[in-house]
């Protein structure tokens, strides 16, 4: 298998994600800005997605992944499909009792997320109708933990997109149905993320069936009890013991954050959902790209006793990330500004909150290396059935985390609270990375001095001209130009790729390095 062509294939379909991705929270901004309503919707929304990173691509997939590809290599496709149809039986009757508890205990929740929004029961009303949206993504995860297994990318990097598409289409068509019916057009959002779930599971099913590997769920009496005890549904759950303890860390110190910026004025947790919307996008590209496609070789690598192998992967992912992760990380901390304002700032998003939201998008930027770093150097456990180290680093980091808001966020505001990630993000991949290479799996491969060397002028003539960019155009008051300034901020990313990729070429740094195959 390429690992570049396999990873360029979901960086692909991730980018046209984020771009659709983009596009959803410009509609989102322009027509609600960052108010009281937003902050609603966010905390709502950040729910079951808090639910989806534990079911579902979180500690599920940590534990699902690397079984199924040890599993196929030992047992073969029938013995696979077996496991696979216990594990989705019993996901199937959790998500069901989770779903109906959620929706009733929406109250709570939500309480427990942002007790000082103002729009509180509006945001109870909007958790109620998104609930199931777990349900649908956990199966989601599931069927993509499949079709990775078996190399196809394509469906489940291409599967966020239609959440997308189905959240444009509730924006631009149901918006103006609830205004003349007298209701609030925010609910447009919920439905639309309702609407998408079900079109992202719908997807997944045609690419399961010419594989022959569609879950058969047990209806049955009897049917739970028997896929409860298949063992590898029992390892699954040993192996997310561990790992819900993790993701659960770290959806603990969203859930304080969250909590904390609901008591820092209306628009606070939009701020921070904006400039994490596009702090997301070079982390999607390029960090779960890396994840999805290293997680299925790291397995196989190491159920066939393959030590260099295994290395080898860690080693590539680590220096794409070094080689890609860098200039986005320059580029949000000295062109956010440009960024922010050409994407959002459009209708009822104010110039306040351009700077506001400039501001956390900087604090996310001084730790976007450790952010994606986590993305390869995690793995590097999961594929060891090993998510024990992985959720102790988490712990320490998130009490580092909130030690650190203590600090920044009196002095910063909402913007400590997202350099207190970032700062959190870069003490745990240094501390992966030195577990890996404590226990002897990742070993460096030579030559890793003189290729940071190499970066070096590339990211500090990129770092310049972005930043002359930044002074040079007023890219506020180009608001009623919006062609010609999105066109300005294309062409100053261009002329910086440009920059960036022919100062690589002269110090000898080739794309065909990292052509490796498995």
């Known amino acids: 298998m390429n690992l570049l062509k396999a990873a360029s294939t979901v960086s692909m379909w991730t980018l046209l994600s984020r771009i659709t991705g983009l596009v959803r929270d410009q509609l989102i901004a322009a027509g609600f800005g960052a108010s009281a309503l937003t902050d609603a919707f966010n905390v709502a ?68 997320f942002g007790a000082g929004l103002e729009e509180f029961d509006l945001a109870v009303v909007m958790t109620r109708w998104m609930f199931p949206y777990i349900g649908f993504m956990s199966l989601v995860a599931l069927a ?144 779960v790209a890396l994840g999805v496609v290293l997680i299925p070789g790291l397995s196989a690598l190491q159920a066939r006793g393959d030590h260099e192998g295994y290395s080898g992967h860690l080693d590539w992912g680590l220096r794409l990330v070094a080689l890609l992760a860098l200039p986005c990380a320059i580029a949000m901390l000295v062109f956010a500004k440009p960024m922010v304002t050409v ?91 030195y577990g890996l290479r404590a226990r002897g799996l990742y070993r460096a491969s030579p030559g890793w001095p003189l290729f940071l060397l190499r970066l070096l002028p590339a990211n500090l003539a990129l770092g310049l001209w972005l930043g002359w960019t930044t002074q040079a155009v007023d890219w506020l008051a180009w608001r009623s130009h919006a062609l010609l300034r999105a066109g300005a901020l294309a062409g100053a990313i261009g002329v910086g790729a440009v920059i960036y990729f022919s100062l690589l070429w002269l110090v000898g740094l080739r794309p065909r390095t990292f052509l490796r195959r498995a």
């Open 144 to 287: 993509a933990g499949v079709l990775n297994t078996w190399k196809n990318f394509s469906v489940p990097a291409a599967t966020p997109v239609l959440l997308n598409v189905a959240m444009i289409l509730s924006v631009v068509g149901l918006t103006p149905l609830l205004r003349r019916a007298g209701i609030a057009p925010i609910h447009a959002l919920p439905a639309g993320v309702l609407l998408g779930g079900m079109l992202q599971l719908s997807i997944q099913v045609p690419a399961l069936r010419r594989l022959g590997m569609v879950p058969r769920i047990g209806w049955r009496k009897g049917a739970l009890t028997q896929a409860w005890h298949h063992p590898g549904v029992r390892q699954v759950l040993r192996q997310m013991a561990p790992a819900l303890l993790g993701v659960s860390v770290a959806q603990l110190s969203l859930l304080i954050n969250t909590q904390i910026a609901s008591h820092l004025g209306p628009g606070a947790v939009s701020w921070l959902f904006y400039a994490d919307r596009l702090m997301e996008f070079p982390t999607a590209l390029l960090g």
């Open 45 to 112: 929304f950040r729910i079951p997605n808090l639910l989806r990173r534990l079911f579902a691509e979180g500690a599920f997939s940590a534990a699902f992944v690397p079984l199924l590809a040890a599993t196929r290599e030992r047992e073969g496709d029938e013995g696979t499909h077996a496991m696979v149809n216990a594990v989705a039986t019993v996901l199937f009757w959790v998500l069901m009792v989770t779903c109906t508890i959620g929706i009733i205990g929406a109250p709570l929740v939500v309480w427990a």
């Open 343 to 433: 994407l959002f700032h459009y209708g009822r998003f104010s110039p306040q909150a351009v700077d506001m939201t400039v501001l956390a998008l900087r604090g996310y930027g001084v730790g976007l290396l450790g952010l994606i770093g986590v993305k390869v150097l995690a793995p590097g456990f999961f594929a060891q059935q090993d998510l024990r180290t992985p959720v102790r680093i988490a712990v320490v980091v998130l009490a580092c985390t909130q030690l650190m808001n203590l600090v920044f966020v009196p002095w910063l505001g909402h913007a400590g609270l997202a350099l207190s990630i970032g700062l959190g993000a870069m003490v745990n991949a240094v501390w992966l990375l």
